[in-house]
């Protein structure tokens, strides 16, 4: 069998602008599907992300009183007895903001008093001795909070509470070198002066903000919140979280006036809309990326059904002088194989290159090497099935084309 | 070398049906040099065509070098097209985007020589034709009787057994027709079998033999007479 890769190519090279377009089309193509594919995977490993809650069974809603002379320090504590004894709620807690939903509190926490010194960013969020059990996450160290450790936090509460618990992520920032019971105990500092003393580590705890570089940055506050508005906190049991949605709901808007219940919601639609950015440009991506393979491929087979077109004669002749159609069939698929290879090594530069800029600009993540072979053979397989239907049709011509054409 | 019997040619299409060939049988000896010549549209190319492999037939039987070759596939035909015959077309059918060593390089790597054999080869036909030292040449960059130089050196440097050429002059003015015709008869000289379609009665009585193809069937003439030349030329 002869490749016939020289003559071939030599033939090209005096036809370029066509095979260039094309070729440049293949480099562009695997270029933005080779990142697009890593952007969306990256994408959806962050989508991924453990957010240490029970995101199928647990949600929220929002407590916010209108009455002038509403009494929310009894209304709390009333609520979240009246909640927790309602069947199929496993816990519940007030707190001042959920996870992934876009809004709460942050502070910076650091292991030394002073002005000048850099602190890890935490999320804050204040709870009461439930929050582990509602929250369903592990305790890997120290303790729980205690009915002792609670206190009332107001409008005009300036300080902190004397201690917290914080997720791992935060304690390795802070002290990168110690283990977990070596963390306990220790104290850091809040508004740059104020001490803390960290008694409890859990495991896994997101912030409110899934864009954000910390978001396994939490600490918890031993504050009962006593402000005009709060929300609750419900990790319903196992299965059962849509009836106890709704039986909440009523007991809650029947126990009390001068308040509302509002804003209720499922943790799994608070995490849907927290990505609904990612998840958005994902399928864009993804339908970028199939219009642009589509439009590659149409652009082969026209480039190669114009140059059967153009061949007619030279095809017939090649037949004539010996060429079975086999050959023929071999004659564009390894002419195609030319362009797509030479437009997958363009497009592994470029699509390095690409990426460099991305990663620069934007701060993804590098491409997995391996995309850059996968997107070299993908684009040649598509190559080889695109211009199979005209390397057909240009095996079909009859080889008397060459003595009945002019 | 060659023998047709009753080879019938039909073209059908959803109107009409042509009746290229009827009944057209013809032998050709080995070593025979034999021009055909007839009215256009008698069937000429078609029976080239045939005798070629480039085109079936309707009904008769085709002996090509002793093998039978009605029935083969297009995978044997091609073969047989590419190792025993060599064609020469009207119009030089060389490809325009290859330069002259490609171009007589295309039949041997489908015979599937290797590079020296081929490089060989196609040194020797184009020092046959002359045209050695312009190898490197593109068609266009030749004259037409140049061309078909080419052609002819392509059309043998497989060493075919046989020779067909279809009109190979009818693009030519008349001094590189001669000078294409004195290489046909030298290649012919060399042993190699030659059927000629021609419109020229004097390039035909060149030839050893002569044929006149009228209305799809032969009638072959040692002597040309006077009239039917005059037909042959006005048709
Ligand atoms: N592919 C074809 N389809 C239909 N008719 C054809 C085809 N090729 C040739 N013919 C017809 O067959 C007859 C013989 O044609 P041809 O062999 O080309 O004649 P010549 O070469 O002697 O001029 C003509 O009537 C021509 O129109
Ligand atoms: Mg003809």
């Known amino acids: 069998m002869n490749l016939e890769i020289g003559p071939i190519f030599r033939a090209m090279m005096r036809n370029k602008v066509g095979a260039m377009l094309i070729m440049l089309q293949i480099a562009v193509t695997m270029t933005i599907i080779a990142n697009g594919f890593s952007i969306i995977q990256e994408r959806k490993a962050l989508m991924a992300r453990d957010s240490g809650v029970d995101i199928a069974n647990s949600f929220h809603l929002s407590n916010v009183s209108f009455a002038e002379d509403f009494d929310m320090q009894t209304a709390v504590i009333d609520d979240l007895k009246a909640i927790r004894e309602l069947p199929g709620v496993a816990d519940a807690i007030q707190v001042n903001a959920i996870p992934l939903s876009g809004s709460g509190w942050s502070m910076g926490l650091q292991t030394e008093a002073g002005d000048d010194i850099d602190g890890s960013g935490t999320a804050v969020y204040m709870v009461d001795d439930h929050a582990l059990s509602a929250y369903d996450v592990k305790l890997i160290a120290g303790r729980n909070f205690e009915l002792t450790d609670l206190r009332w936090r107001t409008d005009n509460t300036n300080d902190w509470a004397d201690v917290l618990i914080a997720t791992e992520a935060l304690t390795k920032s802070l002290f990168p070198d110690l283990t977990p019971q070596e963390v306990i105990g220790k104290t850091v500092f809040i508004n740059n002066h104020e001490p803390i003393i960290i008694i409890g580590i859990i495991d896994k705890l997101q912030a409110p903000w899934s864009g954000w570089n910390n978001l396994d940055h939490v600490m918890l506050t031993p504050d009962r919140l006593a402000f005009r508005g709060n929300r609750y906190y419900i990790r319903a049991e196992e299965g059962v979280r849509d009836d106890v949605m709704k039986r909440v709901e009523e007991t809650l808007s029947n126990r009390l006036s001068g308040r509302m219940i509002q804003g209720m919601e499922s943790m799994e639609e608070t995490q849907r809309e927290s990505y609904t950015g990612a998840s958005g440009m994902i399928k864009m991506l993804t339908l970028i990326m199939i219009v642009l393979t589509i439009i590659t491929a149409m652009g082969i087979v026209g480039l190669a059904s114009f140059s059967v077109n153009r061949r007619k004669k030279q095809i017939g002749t090649r037949r004539a002088l010996g060429a079975a159609k086999n050959s023929i069939i071999r004659y564009f698929m390894i002419e195609n194989l030319i362009i797509s290879g030479a437009g997958v090594i363009v497009g592994a530069i470029l699509t390095v290159g690409l990426n460099m800029i991305l990663v620069q600009a934007f701060s993804l993540t590098p491409i997995a090497w391996y995309y850059v072979p996968i997107g070299m053979i993908s684009l040649l397989v598509i190559g080889q099935i695109a211009v199979f239907g005209p390397a057909q049709k240009a095996s079909s011509i009859p080889p008397a084309l060459a003595t009945r054409s002019a | ?235």
Do not use: C, W
Not at chain 2, 51 to 74: I, K, P, Q, R
Not at chain 2, 120 to 125: D, L, P, V
Not at chain 2, 163 to 171: R, Y
């Open chain 2, 1 to 235: 070398m060659l023998t047709m019997k009753d080879i019938k040619k039909v073209f059908r299409t959803d109107l009409v049906e042509t009746h290229a060939l009827r009944d057209f049988s013809l032998e050709v000896n080995e070593g025979e040099f034999v021009a055909v010549t007839g009215p256009s549209g008698s069937g000429k190319t078609t029976f080239l065509n045939i005798a070629g492999l480039l085109e079936t037939f309707t009904s008769g039987s085709y002996v090509l070098d002793g093998m039978d070759v009605s029935n083969l596939n297009d995978k044997q035909r091609s073969k047989i097209r590419n190792e025993k015959i060599g064609f020469i077309f009207q119009s030089f059918n060389l490809i325009p985007d290859l330069d002259l060593f490609d171009n007589v390089d295309v039949p041997l790597r489908y015979r599937g020589f290797n590079s020296a054999e081929r490089k060989k080869r196609i040194e020797e036909s184009l020092e046959m034709v002359g045209l050695a030292s312009r190898m490197k040449h593109l068609p266009a960059q030749l004259s037409g009787g140049q061309q078909q130089r080419v052609a002819i050196a392509r059309a043998l440097a497989g060493e075919p057994r046989f020779l067909l050429a279809d009109e190979p002059t009818g693009n030519l003015d008349t001094k590189m027709a001669h000078s294409v015709m004195d290489l046909l008869h030298e290649i012919n000289a060399n042993g190699t079998t030659i059927v000629m379609v021609t419109h020229d009665m004097h390039l035909a009585k060149q030839a050893g033999r002569n044929i006149f193809v009228r209305d799809g069937r032969v009638s072959e003439l040692h002597d040309v007479s006077q009239s039917e030349a005059t037909d042959a030329i006005s048709a």
